[in-house]
T-cell receptor
Framework: EAGVTQSPTHLIKTRGQQATLRCSPI?????VYWYQQALGLGLQFLLWYDEGEERNRGNFPPRFSGRQFPNYSSELNVNALELEDSALYLCASSSDGWVQPQHFGDGTRLSIL | QKEVEQNSGPLSVPEGAIASLNCTYS??????FFWYRQYSGKSPELIMS????GDKEDGRFTAQLNKASQYVSLLIRDSQPSDSATYLCAVNSGGYQKVTFGTGTKLQVIP
């Protein structure tokens, strides 16, 4: 069974640019979650999508947005990039909203110059 | 009070010893509890899921859940240097339909 896949592995941007990160969940999983993990810090919840709808959102500004497609894949968009957006962005999927465990992809490391 | 609390560590144990990692949570309605292992620079990996009171064993790992006291723990027997990582506790909050992660406990197994 293929796991959660994320692309790209690394992404280098400059301040003010936009970044798009992509995630494909495990087959059969309908829920996709996005997290930000800055170096040495814990997971910060960004967004949760289920069945194409945004179900919950963490305490992040509106320039962090995303969507889920009919095939349950998802993308995270970050506009007007700032230096502090440099982090590992992790996508996870689960077969339901919150009872079953989340399974993580390898992440996208976003670096802002 | 944080929703999910863990001691940040580091917790240092000698090789071969039992490592005990603890996690407390605030929502009495929580139903699902998970332990993840995260190596530095890598993504979290699911180790154990536990849903009912008591112990659940999987190899060298044992998860213990006590809903009355609102804590969940992870025991690692015969600790190995390869177990050195940060261990994350995650708890669902049924009423709010979300899973909350603790900040993690860093474990160091000393050869």
């Amino acid at each position: 069974e293929a796991g959660v896949t994320q692309s790209p592995t690394h992404l280098i941007k400059t301040r003010g640019q936009q970044a798009t990160l992509r995630c494909s969940p495990i087959s059969g999983h309908t829920s996709v979650y996005w997290y930000q993990q800055a170096l040495g810090l814990g997971l910060q919840f960004l967004l949760w999508y289920d069945e194409g709808e945004e179900r919950n959102r963490g305490n992040f500004p509106p320039r962090f947005s995303g969507r889920q497609f009919p095939n349950y894949s998802s993308e995270l968009n970050v506009n007007a990039l700032e230096l502090e957006d440099s982090a590992l962005y992790l996508c996870a999927s689960s077969s339901d909203g919150w009872v079953q465990p989340q399974h993580f992809g390898d992440g996208t490391r976003l670096s802002i110059l | 009070q944080k929703e999910v609390e863990q001691n940040s560590g580091p917790l240092s144990v000698p090789e071969g010893a039992i490592a005990s990692l603890n996690c407390t949570y605030s929502d009495r309605g929580s139903q699902s509890f998970f332990w993840y292992r995260q190596y530095s620079g890598k993504s979290p990996e699911l180790i154990m899921s536990i849903y009912s009171n008591g112990d659940k064993e999987d190899g060298r790992f044992t998860a213990q859940l006590n809903k009355a006291s609102q804590y969940v723990s992870l025991l690692i027997r015969d600790s190995q240097p390869s177990d050195s990582a940060t261990y994350l506790c995650a708890v669902n909050s049924g009423g709010y339909q979300k899973v909350t992660f603790g900040t993690g406990t860093k474990l160091q197994v000393i050869p």
